[in-house]
């Protein structure tokens, strides 16, 4: 039995076997090859077998979501046997005498770099492909087993680190517990481990070279606990938590169906955060009055081709029929930083948090959000859609949005394509938003505080940088300050103004932000009931 301390990111106890990922990101060393022709061997049989896997996958999509999303993994079985790409990376291993890995990892860099580079936006588009290819065959190489969610059994997670964009793909019925040895608390990994509601923990120092998947664990999310190989009165300990947990779970169940409202009358929007359309579902099962934010960025993570209109116009009228006639606020794409997805090549910046990001990213891309805009205002017609845009700094770009989204309105009005217009909102997550947001409220219906990206901003800390955490306090009263100011300032203007951070979730500050006015608080779907009991015995 061996036991490890993390940092807690969501509650809970769980028992089971382990799978371990091993980081695939992580720079692959040069080495010095004892046998060229040994290695060429290898880079041969790695080859083979990640084309059998794609011929696989090809049959397999064809079969689940037809010919057109299948063309992605027939593309990337004629990649490997382009002689340009092979030529390059034999030629590495024969001249350089280098190991197989490395070959492969330097001559990806090279081409992806390359076509990145091109004009044509169809040639850049591959420089993703060229990694997922890659990334392949390394594994193959490594002889790391690609996870089969659909054949696993229910496990706990353990990785060096996650993006988010690795955390999408899983199958989150799939996953007991994550456990990363990096990450930050206010990661997007970690927010998805709460959306989820899965226990999770960070920052655990261990080895993942000493962990077999298939090694019986207890993750505690609560104390944050690891404990490997677990001794019978371990697993019964944890198994008795896990009851008392079910027990708390059932007596919050009374809150179904009650106001949310204090016991001096103050009353409240509780809404739900979610990451896509089946996350709806538990909204739905915490009894959610609406949703708050509907992180649409997660529909275009973990792929290489950008999700089309249609693809986006069936998600967002999937959850609003889903929600019936509940408010779903969906944010527009919040692509860049630590939410990097293939299908965008936004190139390497020195400082992604201040960089090419959320609504720069679509204002300098037009076509691209306004095929979101007509996803958005199709679906509007299913249900109280309302739409809010992320990271605005400045009233020009809001008003950049309205001329773009006119242009939307007046395309659909002459292909007479049914759309309604949904409400219009804005998230006020940088101090310079918070600082003007007497104006900005005069032009939007209204505001939404991300207090995530608010407190990374105003206190000046990568929410990514785990060595930081200690530093990183959305009490500040900096931070507390700017909310009450953007509230003031929503309401002078006869707007509205809700927090859909995580500190919106923070029972120790709920009844400040109920004395602050804050109309809206939108949190993890496993919070709602708790923060309903909460607000009420206020
Ligand atoms: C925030 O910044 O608080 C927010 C809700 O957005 P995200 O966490 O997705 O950046
Ligand atoms: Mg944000």
Redesign the pocket.
Known sequence: MRSYIGKPVYKGVRLGPVIVIKDMHAPVKREKADSSEAELKRLEKACDKTKNQLQKLYHKAVREAGEASAAIFEAHQMMLEDEDFLRAIRSMIETEQANAEYAVAATEDRFSEMLAGMDDEHMKARAADIKDVSNRLLRNLSGQKEIDWEEMEPAIIIAEDLSPSETVRMDKDKILALVTVHGSS?S?TA?LARTMNIPALIGVPLELDSVRSGMLAVVNGTTGELILEPEEETCRRAQALMEEEEEQLHLLQSQKGKETITTYGSKIRLYA?IGGVEDAGYAIENDAEGIG?F?S?FLYLGRTELPTEEEQFQAYKKVLQMMAGKQVII?TL?IG?D?KADCFNLGKEENPALGCR?IRVCLKQPEIFKTQLRALLRAAVFGDLAVMY??IISVEEVKKIQEILSEVRTELEEQKVPYQMPEQGI?I?TPAAVMISDELAELVDFF?????????YTLAID?QNERLDEFYDPHHRAVLKMIRMTVDNAHKAGKRAG?????GADPELTEAFIKMGVDEL?VAPSMILKLRKRIREL
């Not at 939404?448 to 990374?456: E, R």
């Open positions: 206010n997007h927010i955060n934010l992180r960025e944010r919040d930083a939410k959320g992320p990271m998230m997550e939404s505080i991300g207090t995530n990206d608010l407190t990374q929410r927090i859909c951070g995580e500190l939108s």
